[in-house]
Each structure stands twice: as C-alpha cells, then as structure tokens.
C-alpha cells in the first residue's frame, strides 16, 4: 500500500536524505516504511494536491492461508464478465451517493472516475478503479455491490437503478476491508518544481 505524506522542514538542504529515510525507517515499525522524500512547492499538500488515486481490491477464490489478511476469500461462481459490464456503467456517472459511508462531511459526492475494471489472475480476481477522488467507503461498497451482480443477486439494470437511486441503503454490503489496497497517487508534475 502506498501513502504520501508532507511536512515542513526549516532546512532546505535534502541532500541528507538517504540518511533521514534510514533513521526514520529504523524509528518506525516494521509494516511501515518510508521509501524516498521529494522536495515540492511550499503549498503543496499530500492529500489536496493529488490529482489521481488507484486502488486495487483483491478477492480469492480458494481459501489460501497466505492471502487470508490482504484479500476477501469468496467460495462459489463469480461471473466476472458481468461485473466488467457494471464497471462500464459505473463509469457513465460521477455522483457516487450510492456508495458513499452515510452522513459524511464531505460537500459533493462527485468524483471523476478514470477507469474501473475487474481482471482474474489464477485464483485470484483483482479489482482496479481510478478517480480523482475517492469517498469514504466508496471503493469497498463498489465492489460489494459489483459481487452482487457477478453472483447473480441484482440484475445489471438493478446495479444502474442503485447508482440513480442516490442512497446508500440500497447498494450492497460493503467489501472487508482487508482487500483493498492504494497502490498509486498522482500528483502534477509542477508541485515538484524546486530544484534539489
């Protein structure tokens, strides 16, 4: 899982930087690591600045000891071709109210939706979608509802009449938590103007 964080520093001079992600590295715990620093403009923002985030969700088909912590174990047929179809539909709209946790602060539940499509490797079935933006909770109910259409429980017209119903309640059960991973963030290539 990938993060990006920012922070402001006194000193201009990153030169050192090899040795800071050494001693931050050491100083935190083992399931988190920090993999480069970058200098950026003095206003850019880890969160606000991104232009685009990925994430994948993971799903297996078998059960496998190994994979039990970062994927959803599903035992039975999960007709993934449907589920391409209602990522196609899914990608017609932009208000993602459906699939949005209830009573959120967030102002709009507009995101810009890139691509979303859902591709089988072995075992596994692998969930990718990429937007703007992300509301919480949004990913997992999208993929919840999505095993719904690919398991036969809604009809794809019954997946695009969940999106214009604009409510929660009516989409599925959102998918365990433990499947989905941010794998990319993207940010404008101008934030990282200042020379090192």
Request: hydrophobic content about 40%.
């Amino acid at each position: 899982m990938v993060f990006c964080a920012h922070f402001d520093s006194k000193s201009h001079d990153l030169s050192i930087r090899k040795n800071l992600i050494f001693k931050l590295n050491r100083f935190l715990p083992d399931d988190i690591s920090v993999t480069s620093i970058k200098k950026v403009v003095p206003d850019a923002h880890a969160r606000f600045s991104a232009i685009s985030r990925t994430y994948m969700y993971y799903i297996s088909r078998v059960k496998d000891p190994f994979f039990n912590d970062s994927g959803w174990y599903l035992h039975g047929s999960i007709n993934t071709g449907l589920m391409n179809d209602a990522s196609g539909i899914l990608s017609e709209y932009s208000d993602f109210t459906s699939f949005c946790r209830l009573h959120s602060d967030t102002s709009t539940n507009v995101c810009r939706l890139f691509s979303a499509r859902w591709e089988e490797t072995g075992n596994r079935i692998v969930f990718t979608i990429k937007a703007d933006r992300f509301l919480r909770n949004m990913v997992r109910a999208i993929v919840g509802t999505m095993v719904d259409v690919g398991t036969g429980k809604i009809t794809l017209k019954e997946f695009k009449d969940i999106i214009l119903a604009k409510d929660r309640c009516r989409a599925g059960k959102s998918a365990p938590a433990k499947g989905l991973f941010l794998v990319e963030i993207e940010y404008p290539e101008e934030i990282f103007c200042i020379k090192d």
